[in-house]
């Protein structure tokens, strides 16, 4: 079943938000393969975190990711405008389906 | 320019058949696993399928398994989505996208590259 998000947060430009993500022993417990989406309306999403906590080339260092347990956070600092979007959290699960997606949280930058 | 052009949606009467094709360029398209991902109208992803990067392991949504069928050439750079049996339920903006490393299991199943998506809609 699909990943817990909350379906909303917000926060004020230069604060710091974090997104949660839960999940359960099948997936984001047992595997460190959590990774975290941005998508802005009418655009494809872009690949924020993969594998927890680990930042593709050319993404904000303001953005980074932890697990504990059953739940993967997404942190992002020093909010900016440009932040404003939906995120989606995303773990393989090494079973059918092999991976699951959270229902995603839209960040509103106050 | 690393690049991925979905195509082949449409509006399509439930019960028939539509492929879909993913043509890339700009990396070595047969060092990677694939995927595809979909988007109803107004709500969140759902991972669809994936493929290794020889074809060796293809997996599937339980929503699509035994429907949609992936496959990919690796000669022409081109991932494809064989979906039949269309149901109002799949109508989506479907992606696809490209793993950050060869192997659905044992890789980091991250979706690095996403192309703009195609939208199909099945509608009588």
């Known amino acids: 079943s699909a990943l817990t998000q909350p379906a909303s947060v917000s926060g004020s430009p230069g604060q710091s938000i974090t997104i949660s993500c839960t999940g359960t022993?099948?997936?984001?417990?047992?595997?460190?393969?959590v990774s975290w989406y941005q998508q802005h309306p009418g655009k494809a999403p872009k690949l924020m975190i993969y594998e927890v906590n680990k930042r593709p080339s050319g993404v904000s260092d303001r953005f980074s990711g932890s697990k504990s347990g059953y739940t993967a956070s997404l942190t992002i600092s020093g909010l900016q405008a440009e932040d404003e979007a939906d995120y989606y959290c995303?773990?393989?699960?090494?079973?059918?389906?092999?991976?699951?997606f959270g229902g995603g949280t839209k960040l509103t930058v106050l | 320019e690393v690049q991925l052009v979905e195509s082949g949606g449409g509006l399509i009467q439930p019960g028939r058949s539509l492929r879909l094709s993913c043509a890339a360029s700009g990396f070595t398209f047969d060092d990677f696993a694939m995927h595809w991902v979909r988007q109803a109208p107004g709500k969140g992803l759902e991972w669809v399928s994936g493929i290794s990067w020889n074809s060796d392991k293809i997996a599937y949504a339980d929503s699509v398994k035994g429907r949609f069928t992936t496959s990919r050439d690796n000669a022409n750079k081109s991932l494809y989505l064989q979906m039949e049996s269309l149901r109002a339920e799949d109508t989506a903006l479907y992606y696809c996208a490209k793993d950050m490393e060869q192997w659905l299991e044992g890789g980091t199943f991250a979706f690095a590259i996403w192309g703009q998506g195609t939208l199909v809609t099945a509608s009588s």
């Open positions: 995303c773990s393989y699960t090494g079973y059918s389906p092999l991976g699951v």
């Open positions: 022993s099948s997936d984001v417990g047992t595997y460190n393969l």
